[in-house]
């Protein structure tokens, strides 16, 4: 095949893949501080969805998340 017939590549995609594995991280700190600013209950919903969504694809990564998840249920107020 030449490099005509190759499909077009975005500028930074080998950037973009080898993140994946970093996103469940920017999400972890990104609840963390939604719950830092008050929003415990949202922080909450978000790694419970994250830690279900993860669960087969991800295992460790949705351990993460319910650790996270146990962890900001001690700071709701209902």
Request: include cysteine; glycine fraction near 6%.
């Amino acid at each position: 095949m030449s490099e005509a017939a190759a499909p077009a590549r975005r500028p930074g995609e080998d950037e973009v893949t080898a993140g994946d594995a970093r996103l469940p991280e920017i999400l972890l700190t990104s609840l963390t501080a939604l719950a830092a600013a008050g929003e415990v209950e949202q922080a909450c919903r978000l790694a419970g969805q994250a830690c279900v969504m993860l669960r087969v694809s991800d295992p460790a990564a949705s351990r993460r998340f319910d650790v996270l998840l146990h962890r900001l249920t001690r700071k709701l107020s209902w």
